[in-house]
């Protein structure tokens, strides 16, 4: 893969983090436990100005030293249809995945199942209008298609937001929103959440709203630092942490361990002269990854690379390297559901038991 802009011209780049792949390339390390089943249950693929990131570059990473079994891939805005009505087009997304899944099904890319399961993007503030759009999303996605992410991420500092996403606040509690979230649970269909430290709380009452439906929330809760939040570690991790342990009490919600190498989180893996070690990332994840175990066990939790988003700040094998360190102390059991088994029976796919 070459140097990349994470997206030249488009107004998130900001919020992105480039991809340096000489500058990955100065880190190298043995790979601990090759042999231990991993299913990647969050990454992406798109092609985008300055930013390709599609099967290829995928398999390049996968295939980089640990044993990666199957990925579910998580919408990102990628190959949304280009005419059509505007609540329709992210299934074209859903149409695109489901041809990459079907390639890497055939087994001439090798032995990892890649986009296994699929999570698309459909407007739940549409109500009970968003039925069609989901119907349309779980034809296109054949088998595949496991759940929707519907983006709430808001913060009252507009610095830290994404500018590709424009949520307002609240919307988890919105009538027409809940109205959606209710069609989807009928459904079938799982919800990712991502959102921010900041509105968990938020999700929490979601969850008690519906208690039969299936919620994962993405990259432990999203702990904002910088902006506002720049040096307030420290500040944040108390309510962040009060805040998981609340949610973590309703059953139907798991969590994602991932997603702390964005710019976000203000760790600033990527201003250092090398990249980090994986005895480095564990040593700064430690707190995080160890209150989410903690408060959800492994039985739902789920470790997720979110690339190639997190490769601006370290590698893949690098990165799946700094969750076995954190995982030393597990039972094989709890590493084969940290691993697999979690995000196996959450988006119910085939390959792991």
Same mark, same amino acid.
């Given at each position: ?15 992105? !983090?480039?991809?340096?792949? &000489? ?8 790979? /601990? ?7 990647? #249950? ?11 990131? !599609?099967?290829? $570059? /995928? ?23 280009? %005419? ?22 055939? +087994?001439?890319?090798? @032995? ?18 968003? $039925? ?12 595949? /298609? ?19 996403? =424009? #949520?307002? #606040?609240?919307?988890?509690?919105? =009538? ?41 929330? =993405?990259?432990?809760? +999203? ?28 059953p139907n919600v798991f969590v994602k361990i991932g997603g702390l190498g964005m710019r976000l989180g203000g760790f600033g893996f990527h201003e250092q002269a090398e990249?980090? &070690? ?11 990854? $160890? ?16 690339? #190639? ?14 969750? @076995? ?5 597990? %039972?094989? $059991? ?20």
């Open positions: 893969m070459t140097e990349t802009s994470s997206s030249a011209a488009a107004p998130s780049a900001y919020y992105y !983090l480039p991809i340096r792949q &000489s500058w990955l390339d100065r880190r190298h390390e043995p790979i /601990l436990d090759p042999d231990l089943p991993i299913v990647d #249950p969050h990454h992406h693929l798109w092609d985008r100005p300055g930013w390709r990131y !599609l099967l290829d $570059e /995928l398999l390049a990473d996968t295939n980089s030293g640990h044993n990666i079994v199957a990925t579910v891939f998580v919408q990102a805005r990628a190959m949304h249809r280009g %005419s059509g009505p505007v609540e329709m087009r992210p299934v074209g997304e859903t149409e695109f995945v489901n041809g990459i899944a079907a390639m890497s099904a055939s +087994g001439i890319y090798g @032995k990892t199942r890649v986009c296994a399961g699929i999570v698309g993007h459909a407007d739940l503030a549409l109500g009970v209008r968003v $039925e069609p759009i989901l119907q349309a999303h779980i034809r296109a996605g054949g088998d595949r /298609l496991r759940g929707i992410r519907h983006i709430t991420a808001w913060d009252a500092d507009a610095s830290v937001r994404n500018p590709a996403y =424009n #949520p307002p #606040p609240g919307l988890l509690a919105d =009538n027409s929103f809940r109205e959606g979230f209710a069609v989807l649970a009928r459904l079938g269909l799982s919800f990712d959440a991502w959102l921010f430290h900041s509105q968990i709380d938020e999700l929490t009452n979601l969850s008690r709203a519906f208690p039969d439906a299936m919620i994962v929330l =993405n990259h432990v809760g +999203g702990p904002i630092g910088i902006g506002a939040y720049s040096g307030k570690h420290k500040e944040v991790f108390p309510r962040w942490a009060k805040s998981i342990r609340e949610l973590a009490a309703c990249p980090p &070690s994986s005895e480095t990332l564990a040593a700064t994840w430690r707190p995080y990854v $160890e209150t989410c175990i903690a408060a959800f066990g492994s039985s739902r939790s789920m470790f997720e690379s979110n690339f #190639p988003v997190d490769k601006g700040s370290y590698g893949y094998p690098i990165f799946w390297n700094a969750c @076995k360190l954190l995982a030393k102390g597990a %039972s094989s $059991e709890e590493k084969a559901d940290l691993f697999a088994h979690t995000a196996t029976r959450f988006y119910r796919l085939d390959m792991i038991g």
